[in-house]
């Protein structure tokens, strides 16, 4: 009974490709969160989807596009991958916008070589 | 700027201690707080969750204080067991947002 699940779980592709990740929560919930957390365990907000449309966009880069076909899946595709780009990426869901306590999935590691 | 930060990057106790990991905050507006524990390899993990309008909340072997005069977060953990070994997170919300603390690894020693 998996609340917020990703796939994949790993991820190793060479710079400029491109890729995607998908996110999927069967807890009911409005909203969706992507969240990059670096070598150093530092989480940080990405986007943010509430029923389908977008509220948060951090300053993230254009290479980045979420798309959320329906409020239970948020998607994350990255184009032309960089270094800078490996990281651990976590999908997370919470019951609407407010953002309090979100769920996270297990996420998936990227490795850009 | 928006930070949530923690005192302690490492902490190390043994088993059966109280483990207390400490957190500050700097957005003065924001109105919940939320504790993660994080396992290698898996996602954050949901402990337990403070609302700006209490300034203590228990759980099962966990609590949590919030001292908002000098913006300031701590999670206790009773009897500390192997299997709390973890980073864990503070993080504050800022607007619809969670703004998340550096962790701290609790490290539990047998």
């Known amino acids: 009974d998996t609340a917020v699940s990703q796939t994949p779980k790993y991820l190793v592709t060479q710079m400029g490709n491109d890729k995607s990740i998908k996110c999927e929560q069967n807890l009911g919930h409005d909203t969706m969160y992507w969240y990059k957390q670096d070598s150093k365990k530092f989480l940080k907000i990405m986007f943010s989807y509430n029923n389908k449309e977008l509220i948060i966009n951090e300053t993230v880069p254009n290479r980045f596009s979420p798309k959320s076909p329906d409020k239970a899946h948020l998607n994350l595709h990255i184009n032309s991958l960089e270094l800078g780009d490996s990281a651990v990426y976590f999908c997370?869901?919470?019951?609407?916008?407010?953002?309090?306590?979100?769920?996270f999935g297990p996420g998936t590691r990227l490795t850009v070589t | 700027g928006e930070s949530v930060g923690l005192h302690l990057p490492t902490l190390s106790v043994q088993e059966g201690d109280n483990s207390i990991i400490n957190c500050a905050y700097s957005?003065?507006?924001?109105?919940?707080f939320i504790w993660y524990k994080q396992e290698s390899g898996k996602g954050p993990q949901f402990i337990i969750d403070?609302?700006?309008?209490?300034d203590k909340r228990q759980g099962q072997r966990v609590t949590v204080l919030l001292n908002k005069t000098v913006k300031h977060l701590s999670l206790q953990i009773a009897a500390t067991q192997p299997g709390d070994s973890a980073v864990y997170f503070c993080?504050?919300?800022?607007?619809?947002?969670?703004?998340f603390g550096q962790g701290t690894e609790l490290s539990v020693k047998p």
């Open positions: 403070i609302r700006s309008n209490m």
């Open positions: 997370a869901s919470s019951q609407d916008r407010r953002g309090n306590e979100q769920y």
């Open positions: 957005n003065s507006a924001s109105d919940y």
């Open positions: 993080a504050e919300n800022g607007g619809g947002k969670l703004i």
